[in-house]
């Protein structure tokens, strides 16, 4: 399948800081990248499409303006936690649409587990 | 929108016996059901997906069935073995939209 990088893969910080997410597609383009945040022993919880070259669309109840996404490369998309706090402490895993075949199967990244103090 | 449900929520199975997972959707328009296996701490993999208009797809000990009048699918995994013990999310969705995942089972395999 596939190969979907994203780093880091652990960070903690301070409340009030921004942590950059790095979500790459390395052996394809993708056109469109999904974020996740998955709490302990629950699901994965779709926080926003990403598509290259335009705005991203957010889920309902999740801040834009938070939680900016950034999708400038056909192969990078990027999540910035901004002024985080303990609530935002997760883990984060994000996906990547492989275009080829019907183009609706998506793999996913490693997941960035953050840690808010 | 799409409504994904999954069960059980839990399953624990004696290595060697099968595993039944059953997920039911709400979106008739829903065209495409992955299946992903989920280790702790690691990202969810793909394991297997069918299309609807597809009624059964096979992968070795792995299998899915979709009723698509019912409006449910299901993953069967056959002769368990322990490293299949993991977290295991169903997803529904209509062709090129967001996929809506299931709750999740947590399937243990017992030596």
């Known amino acids: 399948g596939a190969v979907v990088s994203q780093h880091p893969s652990r960070v903690i910080c301070k409340s009030g800081t921004s942590v950059k997410i790095e979500c790459r597609s390395l052996?394809?383009?993708?056109?469109?990248m999904f974020w996740y945040r998955q709490f302990p022993k629950q699901s994965l919880m779709l926080m926003a499409t990403?598509?290259?070259?335009?705005?991203?669309?957010?889920e309902q109840g999740v801040e834009k303006d938070k939680f900016l996404i950034n999708h400038a490369s056909l192969t990078l998309s990027t999540l910035t936690v901004t002024s985080a706090h303990p609530e935002d402490s997760s883990f984060y895993i994000c996906?990547?649409?492989?275009?080829?075949?019907?183009?609706?199967?998506?793999?996913f990244g490693p997941g960035t587990r953050l840690t808010v103090l | 929108g799409e409504n994904v449900e999954q069960h059980p929520s839990t399953l624990s199975v004696q290595e060697g016996d099968s595993a039944v997972i059953k997920c039911t959707y709400s979106?008739?328009?829903?065209?495409?059901f992955p299946w992903y296996k989920q280790e702790l701490g690691k990202r969810p993999q793909l394991i297997i997906d069918?299309?609807?208009?597809?009624g059964e797809k096979k992968d070795q000990r792995i299998a899915v069935t979709l009723n698509k009048t019912a409006k449910h699918f299901s993953l069967h995994i056959t002769e368990t073995q322990p490293e299949d013990s993991a977290v295991y999310f169903c997803?529904?969705?209509?062709?090129?939209?967001?996929?809506?995942f299931g709750p999740g089972t947590r399937l243990s395999v017992l030596p």
């Open positions: 996906s990547a649409r492989d275009p080829s075949g019907t183009g609706d199967t998506q793999y």
């Open positions: 052996d394809f383009q993708a056109t469109t």
């Open positions: 990403s598509n290259e070259g335009s705005k991203a669309t957010y």
């Open positions: 979106d008739s328009a829903s065209n495409y």
């Open positions: 069918i299309r609807s208009n597809v």
């Open positions: 997803a529904a969705t209509p062709y090129g939209q967001n996929f809506v």
